[in-house]
């Protein structure tokens, strides 16, 4: 399980865009950001990797490229969903912030925003590839 924490990286490269696309300075807005999709991409991780578990344990598949693709794709909606409401709620925040009592929430919605974007793609087409190198499911 711990494969999941990988995908770290993938969230930080998109707020670490977002960062310099906005104004490029970290304020505590822009940290709060940075745990809120810490937690979120982990989520979207978690349930992707207990996907795969469930389908070697208890279906029985193998653990190959097919069963990773099929975990993938029945993980699709779910992981877009997730990513999809949380980026759409943060949208009108980070659009409106520069306006006054916004400096806080307009940092931390961009970077939330941009995180989404980078790790749901990287979720879902390199955490396959990198638990099929390294991950083992036990029966």
């Given at each position: 399980?711990?494969?999941?924490?990988?995908?770290?990286?993938?969230?930080?490269?998109?707020?670490?865009?977002?960062?310099?696309?906005?104004?490029?300075?970290?304020?505590?807005?822009?940290?709060?950001?940075?745990?809120?999709?810490?937690?979120?991409?982990?989520?979207?991780?978690?349930?992707?990797?207990?996907?795969?578990?469930?389908?070697?344990?208890?279906?029985?598949?193998?653990?190959?490229?097919?069963?990773?693709?099929?975990?993938?794709?029945?993980?699709?909606?779910?992981?877009?969903?997730?990513?999809?409401?949380?980026?759409?709620?943060?949208?009108?925040?980070?659009?409106?912030?520069?306006?006054?009592?916004r400096e806080i929430?307009?940092?931390?919605?961009?970077?939330?925003?941009?995180?989404?974007?980078?790790?749901?793609?990287?979720?879902?087409?390199?955490?396959?590839?990198?638990?099929?190198?390294?991950?083992?499911?036990?029966?």
């Open positions: 399980m711990s494969l999941v924490l990988v995908n770290l990286p993938f969230s930080l490269v998109g707020g670490v865009i977002a960062v310099l696309l906005t104004n490029g300075v970290l304020s505590i807005g822009s940290l709060v950001g940075f745990i809120t999709l810490f937690g979120i991409t982990l989520r979207n991780s978690i349930m992707l990797v207990s996907h795969f578990q469930y389908l070697v344990v208890e279906e029985g598949l193998p653990w190959n490229a097919e069963t990773a693709i099929r975990g993938a794709k029945e993980r699709l909606p779910s992981i877009l969903i997730t990513a999809l409401v949380t980026a759409l709620a943060m949208l009108p925040i980070a659009m409106n912030s520069d306006s006054p009592g929430m307009g940092p931390m919605a961009s970077i939330i925003i941009g995180g989404l974007i980078s790790s749901t793609i990287l979720n879902l087409l390199v955490l396959p590839s990198i638990m099929l190198r390294y991950g083992r499911f036990v029966k």
